[in-house]
Antibody
């Protein structure tokens, strides 16, 4: 069955950088769009980025544009989120998801367990 | 940007009762590209419904989705103990993708 395992979260100072990783298994990764969805403590959900199966198409939420970069390695069945210029408002649990794409955007049918990113001095 | 408004904010019901959750969009959702997710405390969300009315893999048939255009609903026909959770809707017919603020279904 499909499995997604995130790693790389932790405590970082404002202005710092962090790279999240997600290892996928149990499905055809190279044919799948992938995304990162975050949830601030006690708040709702926000898709911050997604990437197409080949990596040629990438989407970013306005809140992270020019600060976050999503990438993937199909040979190693992994997706990454490089985060820089981090702010307190980026504090959240970050979920890696599989993201079936429909014309304009995806929904999210498989989720990892999440990794916590805390931005604080 | 399409704003999704979920109501009610909290729904207090008993086991075995029927739950109806609403998700209203500020503009029509293209091709009814609307999904519903369930989230329990300390867990990742789980996909319940996509394309407004198609159940995700392994989702019990007591969960059903309906609606079109700007008005969508998630119905749980008979609440089981494991159904008490927070439910979110999400549209993927327009960019940016957006989620509703959630409805909490709690035990009365």
């Amino acid at each position: 069955q499909a499995q997604l395992v995130e790693s790389g979260g932790g405590l970082v100072r404002p202005g710092g950088a962090l790279r999240l990783s997600c290892a996928a298994s149990g499905f055809t990764f190279r044919n799948s769009y992938m995304s990162w969805v975050r949830q601030a403590p006690g708040k709702g959900l926000e898709c911050v980025a997604y990437i197409s199966d080949t990596g040629s198409r990438r989407y970013y939420a306005d809140s992270v544009k020019d600060r976050f970069t999503i990438s993937r390695d199909n040979d190693n069945e992994s997706v990454y989120l490089h985060m820089s210029s981090l702010r307190a408002e980026d504090t959240a649990v970050y979920y890696c998801t599989r993201a079936p794409f429909r014309v304009v955007g995806p929904f999210f049918d498989k989720w990892g367990q999440g990794t916590l990113v805390a931005v604080s001095s | 940007e399409i704003v999704l408004t979920q109501s009610p904010g909290t729904l207090s019901l008993s086991r075995g009762e029927r739950a109806t959750l609403s998700c209203r969009a500020s503009q029509s959702v293209r091709s009814n590209y609307l999904a519903w997710y369930q989230q329990k405390p300390g867990q990742a969300p789980r996909l319940l419904i996509y394309n407004a009315s198609s159940r995700g893999t392994g989702i019990p048939d007591r969960f059903s989705g309906s609606g079109s255009g700007t008005d969508f609903s998630l119905t749980i026909s008979r609440l089981e103990p494991e159904d008490f959770a927070v439910y979110y809707c999400q549209q993927y017919g327009s960019s940016p993708l957006t989620f509703g603020g959630g409805t909490k279904v709690e035990i009365k």
